[in-house]
């Protein structure tokens, strides 16, 4: 497989929930990885998964393609080209591919530092979580160069279901921000008639399976409605994370002008859920803030429901 995909050598900084789903991908497929996280804890059980280690940012500088998945801006940069970051060696990988979901602005500066030392930089931000990663369903949107693009492609085509160039430069970070936007949305208007439903006496099992079977179901609706009906809210997204990419959202709408009224009312209810002390749980947890909100003491219903993901094969 690694033959086929060309043989590079691939370096990922940053080993989260998501992250660690993504290298076990790459290492099933025989790919040579080496792996780096600030918190050395989290890298090192890859290692009996038959991936590299190094304990420093720039220990990655030598691969020829390195993939990065952080939570923050600032965490990008400096992960990328701060005093201990990846080029302080004064080495750089061939190619970058950002799959963390930062600002414009953060990914516009790594990408002109990185372009000084002759690495090229592609934004890809993943749609998706964890869960949906290891079943090889995560989708990419990809922004750069496309000679860069199509060098990396059959890479990210192994991590997921499909990657989409959308252009040169950031434009990849406004179509994640779009996505996310619309998560919050759909997940807000899905509480909204799931409670209405239960307070009018229908089990959430039972409005949600004829949701999902209709013409309105939905990937996203099925791998939802195990939370919704059992109240499970471990984190596959948390509420603070996506309060973050409102924030980075409603900001572009601001910069672009453009009117977002829905989007902005869901934006105080994230708001809300994290003051709620939600922030850390399951963003599907607006549904207990909706129940509250109709004066609806919800309850696990204990049911088995499917989330409608397959794992698939790295083949």
Partial sequence: MADRLGGHSLGWLGTGRMGISLIHRLLGAGCDVT???RTMAKAEPLAAAGAKVTDTAAGLA??????????????????????????????????????????????????????????????????????????????????????????????????????????????ARIVKLCHNLLLGVVTQ??????????????SRQAVLA???????????????????????????????????DFDL????????????????AVHQLVQSLVGNGFGEEDFAALLVLQARSAGLDITSEHAEVSDGLEPASSD
């Fill in 62 to 171: 030598s691969a020829d393609i390195v993939f990065v998945t952080v939570g923050t801006s600032q965490d990008l940069v400096d992960a990328m080209t701060g005093p201990s970051g990846m080029t302080s060696g004064g080495r750089a990988p061939s190619f970058v591919v950002d799959c963390s979901t930062v600002s414009a602005e953060a990914s516009q500066q790594v990408r002109a530092q990185l372009a000084a030392v002759g690495c090229e930089f592609l934004a890809a931000p993943v749609m998706g979580n964890p869960r949906v990663a290891a079943a090889g369903r995560l989708t990419f949107a990809v922004s750069g160069s496309r000679a860069a693009f199509d060098e990396v492609h059959p890479y990210l085509d192994l991590l997921g279901a499909g990657a989409t160039y959308v252009g040169a430069g950031e434009r």
């Fill in 35 to 37: 792996v780096y996280n």
């Fill in 249 to 264: 959202g409603l900001a572009a709408a601001r910069q672009y002008e453009v009117p977002m009224p829905i989007a902005s």
């Fill in 210 to 244: 004829c949701l999902n079977n209709s013409v309105l179901g939905s990937t996203f609706s099925r791998y939802k409605t195990p939370a919704f009906v059992n109240l499970d809210f471990h984190p596959t997204f948390t509420a603070s994370l996506l309060r973050k």
């Fill in 189 to 202: 208007s899905l509480a909204e008639v799931t409670v209405l439903a239960e307070k009018s006496g229908i």
